[in-house]
């Protein structure tokens, strides 16, 4: 087990909300239990904790410089034009506090999403060399001209520009992405960072990327779960909490904004669920999407029903009382909740692509499918629904694998054991 830091800070978007958060969060409360002084870092608080404090709203620093009337309107305008004209909006200038809004420098810096309209990448520079900067990549931002996922583009490689799709998130108004690209390989290639990614998939792309010349060092290190919460309990009991229906199929789907999400594809998940009306005409079976509110769709005896964002001890009841996870990303990277619903004894059902492979193991964990294929995840649902002992196996190895790999306290052994390694540079 590697030495625990004195006092290490967390930078993430927010502290509660998708995949990235729930990581960021868990992580930051983790060390604090380790007896490390931690704090989280955001742009957007929604959480009491009084150790997540806003760039913006901190005990520790005088804004007073930093509230002139004239200057805020100047950055004001200036994020406005950048915005504008398609520029990733860097104009933050309470980023350069970052040793400062905890009261005194930490050991350590643990950089989770670093965009989300709240951080100027342009510290990174005199930070990474000042102080040891982890760098968590939980999707591809840091390697594209804009945005999470390149969706089958290889403009990430070479230089973008002259976008195939400006509205995949973050979004940007105008194509303005070679300079956005650019921007990023000059602020990188004077960083040094400390960089980890939960999948080889996302690892080696990043080595192949702008990011390349800062990594000071590259871990593969799994995403963390807190697998005394996800955990196998028994279906009826959840579904009895739950108000589920004991005896029909259960399917679940979850996702930020999961209609909406574009990288999420949920259309198909709503294709298969039709599909698989044809195929079990005479079954009750509900499948619950989870993250976005929307009417309730029915195919023959097939129900899909769509909730909004729940609380995480609700999600774990729905993963637990579930037959089936689906996931129909188009481009993934760990998929969080896909390791979430195998904690659960869940067996999962997922789209072959980035670095969901590894985290399914097709025929082992879940079954894989073809993206955008209704038709084979159908096929596949049907298979598992009509199969209760290899829906039983696949399950149970599933939970066990979980947590034995993703636990919380054993990846941040694994975490701590790295950074506690000579070849991070002491703190200032």
């Not at 989280?40 to 959480?47: A, E, H, I, S």
């Not at 996922?149 to 973008?160: M, R």
């Not at 009841?317 to 689906?326: E, F, G, I, K, N």
Request: aromatic share 8%; net charge neutral.
């Amino acid at each position: 087990m590697g030495a625990v830091p004195r006092k290490v800070v967390s930078v993430n978007t927010s502290d509660r909300g998708s995949g990235a958060e729930r990581i960021a969060f868990g992580l930051f409360k983790a060390l604090q239990w380790r007896g490390a002084e931690s704090w989280l870092l955001v742009g957007d608080k929604k959480t009491p904790d009084p150790f997540v404090l806003p760039f913006f709203a901190s005990p520790h620093v005088d804004y007073t410089a930093y509230q002139n009337s004239d200057e805020l309107l100047q950055l004001s305008a200036s994020g406005a034009r950048d915005r504008a004209a398609g520029v990733e909006d860097f104009n933050f200038p309470y980023s350069r506090l970052l040793p400062e809004i905890t009261g005194s420098p930490p050991d350590l810096f643990f950089c989770h999403n670093l965009h989300g309209g709240y951080f100027d990448l342009r510290v990174l520079p005199e930070l990474s060399h000042r102080y040891p900067v982890v760098y968590f990549l939980h999707d591809c931002w840091a390697l594209t001209g804009h945005c999470a996922y390149p969706v089958g583009c290889s403009k990430w490689q070479t230089g973008c520009g002259a976008c195939p799709d400006l509205t995949l998130p973050p979004a940007v108004a105008a194509d303005a992405t070679d300079s956005n690209w650019t921007r990023k390989r000059d602020i990188f290639a004077a960083s040094r960072l400390f960089v980890t990614a939960p999948t080889a998939w996302l690892l080696d792309r990043a080595k192949r990327s702008v990011l390349a010349p800062a990594m000071a060092d590259a871990r593969l290190i799994p995403s963390p779960l807190d697998t005394r919460c996800f955990c196998p309990a028994p279906k009826a009991e959840a579904r009895a909490t739950l108000g589920l229906p004991p005896n029909a199929h259960l399917l679940v789907f979850a996702a930020f904004q999961a209609r909406s999400n574009p990288y999420k594809d949920c259309a198909t998940v709503e294709a298969a669920v039709h599909k698989l009306a044809d195929l079990m005409p005479d079954a009750d079976v509900l499948c619950v999407a989870l993250g976005q509110e929307a009417p309730e769709l029915r195919h023959g005896r097939v129900r899909v029903r769509f909730l909004p964002f729940q609380p995480q001890a609700t999600v774990i009841r729905y993963l637990q009382a579930a037959d089936v996870y689906l996931h129909a990303a188009k481009e993934e990277n760990f998929g969080l909740v896909t390791g979430e619903a195998q904690a659960c004894g869940t067996p999962v059902i997922a789209t072959a692509v980035g670095g969901l492979p590894e985290v399914i193991a097709d025929g082992q964990r879940g079954l894989l499918v073809p993206p955008g294929d209704a038709g084979a995840m159908a096929a596949a649902a049907h298979r598992l629904l009509n199969d209760p002992a290899l829906r039983l196996r696949l399950g149970a190895q599933a939970a066990a694998y979980a947590a034995r790999n993703w636990d919380q306290e054993t990846v941040l052994d694994t975490l701590l054991e790295w950074v506690a390694e000579p070849r991070l540079p002491v703190a200032a």
